[in-house]
């Protein structure tokens, strides 16, 4: 049973576009989340992150937008740059220390 | 500045053979995690530490074991290697626990191959 979902498989953006990656979680206990993104054979690097109390996180052209109510968290990237296409983990924290992953999403950024 | 640091980088191994896998970590960071990435599935929590002698199953411990003797180390332990497990593996680090927002570092993964 997935507890963090991440219902896109791939996303195609063209470069300087907005790209938007979405998440679902069903567990109402998770506190914190995260984005990572990950190149092909090299380990995921933490890109930006949202406490629970938030709905709105931006570290330069990354924001996370988080709903509560709907258990949905995206992160928006503008504008999107060549070296943004990688695959993207959203994941979710909750009391007991677990970071639990979604499947991931592969963004390509069309020329 | 080395980070997370994961060895072996890949590793072939027969079913039924046992294996360690190494991590470790110069952070002097309490929380210590091991994730695998099957193609499609993501990244699944086998283990995770939360301080030297403390460790907790994650998602999908069968099949492994951990220790945390160190702060430094914590190594995963395969003893009856499947094909089941054939798989990218992922050690991970962060300070205090990400809620706190110190994020999780990773290191750069062992593929290891069970034929």
């Known amino acids: 049973d997935q507890q963090v979902k991440q219902n896109s498989p791939s996303l195609s953006v063209q470069e300087g576009r907005i790209s938007i990656l979405n998440c679902d979680y069903t567990?109402?206990?998770?506190?914190?989340f995260l984005w990572y993104k990950k190149y092909p054979a090299e380990g995921p690097t933490f890109l930006i992150s949202i406490s629970s109390i938030k709905d709105k996180n931006e570290d330069g052209r990354f924001t996370v937008f988080l709903n509560k109510s709907a258990k949905h968290l995206s992160l928006h990237i503008v504008p999107s740059q060549p070296g943004d296409s990688a695959v993207y983990f959203c994941?979710?924290?909750?009391?007991?220390?677990?970071?639990?992953f979604g499947k991931g999403t592969r963004l390509h950024i069309l020329p | 500045n080395a980070g997370v640091t994961q060895t072996p980088k890949f590793r072939i191994l027969k079913i039924g053979q046992s294996m360690t896998l190494q991590c470790a970590q110069d952070m002097n960071h309490n929380y210590m995690y091991w994730y695998r990435q099957d193609p499609g599935m993501g990244l699944k929590l086998i283990y995770y530490?939360?301080?030297?002698?403390?460790?907790d199953k994650g998602e999908v411990p069968n099949g492994y074991n951990v220790s945390r003797s160190t702060t430094e180390d914590f190594p995963l332990r395969l003893e009856l290697a499947a094909p089941s497990q054939t798989s990218v593996y992922f050690c991970?680090?962060?300070?205090?626990?990400?809620?706190?927002?110190?994020?999780?570092?990773f290191g750069q993964g062992t593929r290891l191959t069970v034929v």
């Open positions: 994941a979710a924290v909750g009391r007991d220390d677990k970071i639990i």
């Open positions: 530490s939360v301080g030297a002698g403390i460790t």
């Open positions: 567990n109402s206990m998770f506190d914190y």
């Open positions: 991970a680090s962060s300070r205090q626990g990400v809620e706190l927002g110190t994020e999780a570092f």
